[in-house]
């Protein structure tokens, strides 16, 4: 079987709403983190297959893609360090309890 | 005689000082400051009186308006602009000795008699204020700067007079007297501004020349339902005198005004502030003359009735401090009742001066009565005639200074005061008889209630005193001044007053008309022996007349109940038909428009709030249910 466009963007809007109901429904703060790089994943293969089998003779989506990761990475780190800091003061990472910023 | 503005200046500094840093000097320190500038300030006064009446003041025989200074202070317009200056002329120069030699007696006497009270240095500090007022008032160019003044004196009055500020009563009375006289001033304010709209002038200089030709000319044909523009414009002018000068009906608030120290109300309260409207009157005397002499004719029966009526509430009063009030109310009313008769030109303009002449004896025994009064509540701590009696013995001076003093008022030969009211007398016979006899029975009557009040101080039984300490007779400071203005009280009637004040400024001979000088002193010693016959001996016939005369007898001693009378109007005419639909309006309308809003601003946040619930998965949901929808709207269309 060959495999189209098609496979890929179904896989990949498989990754995206899935990635939004972890989102959406877990309460673990770092649960919601992974929830998010799957979104974060699943909108970089689109990225990638649509330059692949849309415009083959240039490289501006996988530059993206590339791009995409290395900001993926920095902001992960970045979340996993304000999720530390929430648990050393209030020693609960529960998202349900952090909406105190609405005050 | 460009430092005549020192005379303004030092009290003006004085204020400054003692009301800045007052609190860092000693009392005693304060009050001698303030005495020794107010010496100064008689002083240059003296120089000045001398400058002007002896040296530069007259141009072939015509006593000159001297203007050492005047400078634009305000410019609206090319046309529309306020001075300062100083106007010298024979009344300004007289008012300024009179008001620097009462002021500087009530200083010296103040050392005495406020001695050890608290806010000592706050209270030479109001006096400086006063007196910077008061003289700034008097030397005013123009009728706008006179304005500035004369409501600077009303503030200073109303904190004088609650100099006593813990006690209610003193509270009040400095309210009602501040909103007496504002009220009048409102009046005041209107008639400048009509005058000036038409005259395009606040200059007293130009408001007055030629017979005020520019007011004749420039109101002519004017007119405001039925009178002419002028006599509404003079009439609402003499309003604001009215309220100062406590002019029935305006005249509620003096008696009150008495809730202030005595020496206060000796300053201002009888010999100065309250003369401001007969020195407005006399002030735009050339202007009334020509251009409204109804107000004039208006003026004079105001006068008499007020000077009938407070003479006769004066009778009844048992506080010493309130039979003064009345008897000033009286007195100032034969002011302008001399003035109201008076004509314009050489002799006759004699009411004119007589008026002139009156306020200036009148501000001497006036003040002495009120230091000597002052000088008795000192020794037996009470305003109350029934707590005196029998006081002769221990104050002998202020005794014999009083006896002068009501004397003077009484208006005895040789005394000053009989000089000036036969003055006044005669103008009246000349001019309306009905006036006239008004006044003789004011002269009786004024004999009658002065010397009732000398004799209950200072005849009659003796009270027991207090248990212990026996009432004395006051330190030297507070008697000297007496003796000074007793002094004065007797020798100010033998000066020419005619030779240097009169209408058309160029000064007359006065001579005593006798057979009005005879019927005059005749009712006055008819009143003073009715007086001794009753009060001397201290019996109770007094109360027995009282009786009989009941309901007469009560309504006098309730002043006619006028108090009541505009109590009833303000709080059941003006507040329940005026204020009080204007109240439910602002209420109920514009009140309500903004409540309305802010309401409905209210309730649609709080259905609205509960979305921000800080939940950020909720907020995922909201938008991914949005974008979803955009999304299909997107596709559909």
Known sequence: MIVQMEHYLVVSALMFFIGVYGFISRKNMIAVLISLELMLNAVEINFSVFNRYLYPERLEGMFFTLFGIAITAAETAVALAIIINVYRHIGDINIRKMNKLKD | MEYSILIL??????????????????????GRIGTFGLLCVALLSYVIAYQYFFVEGTVNGKWIEKIPLNFEWLRFTDTLHIDLGILLD??????????????????????GYMHGEGGFQRYYAFLSLFTFSMLGLVVATNIFQMYIFWELVGVSSYLLIGFYYTKPSAVAASKKAFIVTRFADLGFLIGILVLSFYTRTFDFGLLTADSASLVVTSM??????????????????????AGKSAMFPLHIWLPDAMEGPTP????????????????????????????????????????????????????????????????????????????????YEGHDGLGYMSSMFHLFTHAFFKALLFLGAGSVIHAVHSNEMSDMGGLRKYLPITHLTFLIACLAIAG???????????????????????LYWTLWVVAGLTAFYMFRLYYSIFWGKEKVHHGEHKPHESPLIMTVPLLILALLSCVTGFIPFSKFVSSDNLGFDMHIDMTIALSSIAVAVVGIGVATALYMRGGDLPQKIAQRLGGLYRATFHKFYM?????????????????????WFDRHVIDATMNGLATVTQKTSASIKGLQSGQVQFYTWIFLIGALVIGILALCV
């Open chain 2, 412 to 434: 005895i030969y040789p005394l000053s005061g009989f000089f000036s009211k036969d003055e006044i007398l005669s103008a009246a016979f000349h001019h309306d008889k009905i």
């Open chain 2, 90 to 111: 024979p009344i300004s120069v007289m008012m300024l000795v009179v008001i620097s030699t009462v002021s500087l007696m009530v200083h010296i006497y103040s050392l």
């Open chain 2, 563 to 583: 108090d009541e009378v505009w109590q009833f109007i303000t709080k059941s005419v003006i507040f329940k038909c005026i204020c009080a639909p204007i109240a």
């Open chain 2, 220 to 241: 002519q044909g004017a007119s405001f339902m039925g009178l002419s523009v002028a006599t509404w414009a003079l009439a609402l002018i003499f309003m604001g005198g």
């Open chain 2, 264 to 343: 206060v109300s000796a300053l201002i309260h009888a010999a100065t502030m309250v003369v401001a409207g007969v020195y407005l009157v006399a002030r735009l005397f050339t202007v009334y003359f020509f251009a409204a002499p109804d107000v004039l004719t208006m003026i004079g029966y105001i006068g008499a009735f007020t000077a009938l009526f407070a003479a006769i509430i004066a009778i009844t009063q048992t506080d010493i401090k309130r039979v003064l009030a009345f008897s000033t109310i009286s007195q100032i009313a034969y002011m302008m009742v001399a003035l109201g008769v008076s004509g």
């Open chain 2, 9 to 30: 200046i030092t009290p003006l500094l004085i204020f400054l000082l003692l009301g800045l840093l007052g609190g860092k000097l000693k009392p005693v320190i304060a």
